[in-house]
């Protein structure tokens, strides 16, 4: 009789499934050529694969077979997803699997280097979501600009704030428009991680993503999974308007909109950087737009085919990235303390070009050798040009 494999973990397998988008357990059981019932007991945690189905599971799921020997870093603290809808079941488990690769990639990397330490206010101070006003969200945007130093002008990349002050960011396509961004915990440490989507590549697009997880990290840190099933409309509300008041401060921009018009947003998005859709919502928000006239406003955006496109979304400014894990793998190698080799065969058990994508590092990095710098002999000597350095020929030009 076959023996299972020790150390097993189970919800390890459902992760790597999801993470290849195989949407149940019979359908890796068909890639397998196994029965089904085969497949729910490893995942369900009843037996275990021997060594050599291990094996079969690694290759069919690209990780190391030491995959689903390591446990879980996923805390327990929900992933907040902006749409819950059955019809996207398939993607929010890949989104889900994503999230936790990143928490995992970012686990290693600080075991050789210290990430920047986490400066997220509590700005709840013990309250609940549950008792916030719209004032108090208005207040919070305003306390935390000042806490980061801000200022109240516009905030020209979300990313590299959040980086600075502690999150971990990572990018990855979806494979669908309707999931943008996502926030979430590991249970090793109280880091924020946030994964943001690649497949809408607008720089204002990504502002006002990012500034909606950020929200999340700062209102929603004790939210509970029956709270985001519940209450996710007002959650969700909430990010939203914490976001755009970090983006549009109540106490600078609407300063600046002295016609509530399409021209007028249009001009103030290359100054504040939001798009002119979230524009006209903050203004309706603040009760700057009469609650007539902002239909008004969205049917014009709509006849302009702005809602597909708007202006200035097309290569205006370059797309902000995160850099803190590529700048942290490369700080790794180029010490010494670790090669690339090692790393993928010692430290993470996950494909290289998925570790490559979620860190932002360029495409074939594993497998580039580390760069030798040569010194090379100068030809100058205290500021002079050597004997040789001084002689040439001139070579006259012909004429026309």
């Known amino acids: 009789m076959k023996m299972g494999t020790p150390g097993f973990v189970p919800g390890r397998l459902r992760e790597a499934r999801e993470a290849q ?3 149940s357990m019979s359908a890796l059981a068909r890639r397998l050529g196994v029965n089904a019932s085969t497949v729910s007991r490893w995942e369900d945690g009843t037996s275990s694969p021997d060594p050599e189905a291990l ?6 799921l690209r990780v190391r077979p030491e995959f689903f020997l390591r446990p879980q870093v996923s805390g327990d603290r ?11 079941v398939r993607d929010l488990a890949f989104q889900r699997a994503q999230m936790t690769r990143l928490q995992e990639i970012a686990a290693v990397i600080q075991h050789y280097v210290d990430l920047p330490p986490v400066d997220i206010p509590d700005m709840m101070r013990g309250s609940s979501y549950k008792q916030l006003r719209e004032e108090d969200i208005e207040r919070i945007a305003l306390d935390l600009r000042q806490h980061w130093k801000l200022g109240i002008g516009p905030c020209v990349d979300m990313v590299s704030l959040m980086e600075r002050v502690g999150f971990v960011v990572g990018s990855i396509e979806m494979g669908t428009v309707k999931l943008d961004g996502l926030c979430g915990w590991p249970a090793s440490e109280d880091r924020p991680h946030v994964l943001l989507a690649t497949d809408k590549m607008a720089f204002v697009r990504r502002q006002m993503d990012a500034a909606h997880e950020m929200a999340h990290a700062i209102l929603h840190r004790d939210v509970t999974e029956e709270d985001l099933r519940v209450d996710l409309k007002t959650i969700e509300a909430q990010a939203f308007r914490l976001g755009s008041a970090f983006l549009m401060p109540s106490s600078s921009y609407p300063l600046e909109v002295r016609v509530p018009s399409l021209a007028t947003f249009l001009s103030l998005k290359s100054r504040w950087r939001v798009s002119i859709k979230a524009q006209i919502k903050r203004m309706s928000d603040l009760g700057f737009i009469e609650e007539g006239y902002a239909p008004h406003l969205y049917k014009l955006y709509s006849a302009k ?10 290569g205006h400014w370059p797309l902000q990235q995160p ?3 590529a700048e942290a793998m490369n700080l790794i190698v180029d010490s010494g303390i670790r090669r690339k080799a090692d790393l993928l065969a010692l430290e993470f058990t996950l ?3 998925e570790i490559e994508t979620l860190s932002n590092l360029p495409a074939g990095w594993f497998n580039r050798e580390r760069a030798e710098i040569v010194q090379l002999n100068s030809q100058f000597s205290e500021g002079k040009l050597s004997e040789k350095t001084q002689c040439g020929d ?7």
């Open 351 to 353: 494909p290289a070009g």
């Open 78 to 88: 929900p992933v907040f997803f902006r749409s819950l809808s059955s019809t996207y």
């Open 394 to 400: 001139v070579i006259p030009f012909r004429r026309a």
């Open 55 to 60: 094996n079969q599971l690694a290759t069919e």
């Open 21 to 23: 988008r195989i949407p």
């Open 323 to 325: 850099t803190l894990l």
């Open 305 to 314: 085919g702005w809602s597909r496109e708007e202006p200035l979304d097309r």
